[in-house]
């Protein structure tokens, strides 16, 4: 069935990088997304990569699509306070559904 | 931007009492909205999709009957949970769909639901 895989903790240092990964199964899926959640909020689409592309940036924020390993990836540069959050990888299934990873827990050490 | 706003923010009710959880897409109509349920430190898990003017589809081993979508009009949807249990608390998020494009998906601010 569809499955996203992504680490449960990151711990990165202020003004570092972070970077996130993620592995899925379905090789069908059309659109990759990185969602953001603070603490006892809603989802905040951060950036989303169509199947067809290899890279994506926005300001801080970089994707990069591996189609053939399935891995997408997320990095954040200059990684600030603001950062921490759990985030999360999803693809848009050829089920017609999005499906979620387990998120990635990001914490910012000084 | 597209905006979906989610009421109540969080509730208590006691065992056995059901709860209504609305979500209205503001400035934009949304044909179709997504219910997903999150446990503590786990991911989201879509319990159904939720079609304007039609029955919703509830994914396998989500009870329709407890967990009742309806979804009367383009802006708004609601999840009522019925007779509810401590084992029904959780953080409910709704999520619509704007536009044609896939990527534009908005979400709501989340239901922090806790039966006592």
């Known amino acids: 069935g569809e499955d996203v895989e992504q680490s449960l903790f990151l711990s990165v240092r202020e003004g570092d990088s972070s970077v996130i990964n993620c592995t899925y199964t379905?090789?069908?899926?059309?659109?990759l997304y990185w969602y953001k959640q603070e603490p006892g909020a809603g989802l905040q689409l951060l950036t989303y990569i169509f199947s067809n592309m290899d890279m994506k940036q926005d300001q801080r924020l970089t994707v990069l699509l591996n189609k053939k390993d399935k891995h997408l990836s997320l990095r954040i540069a200059d990684t600030q306070t603001g950062d921490s959050a759990i985030y999360f990888c999803?693809?848009?299934?050829?089920?017609?559904?999005?499906?979620f990873g387990s998120g990635t827990r990001l914490s910012i050490r000084p | 931007g597209a905006v979906v706003s989610q009421h109540p923010s969080w509730v208590i009710c006691k065992s056995g009492t059901s709860v209504k959880i609305e979500c209205r897409s503001l400035?934009?109509?949304?044909?179709?909205m997504f219910w997903y349920r999150q446990f503590p430190k786990q991911s989201l898990m879509l319990m159904a999709t939720?079609?304007?003017?039609?029955?919703?589809?509830?994914e396998q081993g989500v009870e329709k009957d407890k967990f009742l979508i309806n979804h009367a009009s383009l802006t708004l949807s609601t999840l009522t949970v019925t007779s509810a249990h401590p084992e029904d608390s959780s953080f409910y998020i709704c999520s619509a769909s704007v536009g044609d494009s896939l990527g534009g998906y908005t979400f709501g601010s989340g239901t922090r639901l806790t039966v006592v």
């Open positions: 379905d090789s069908s899926s059309t659109y």
């Open positions: 400035d934009f109509q949304a044909t179709t």
């Open positions: 999803a693809e848009w299934s050829s089920a017609s559904k999005i499906i």
């Open positions: 939720s079609n304007e003017g039609s029955k919703a589809t509830y």
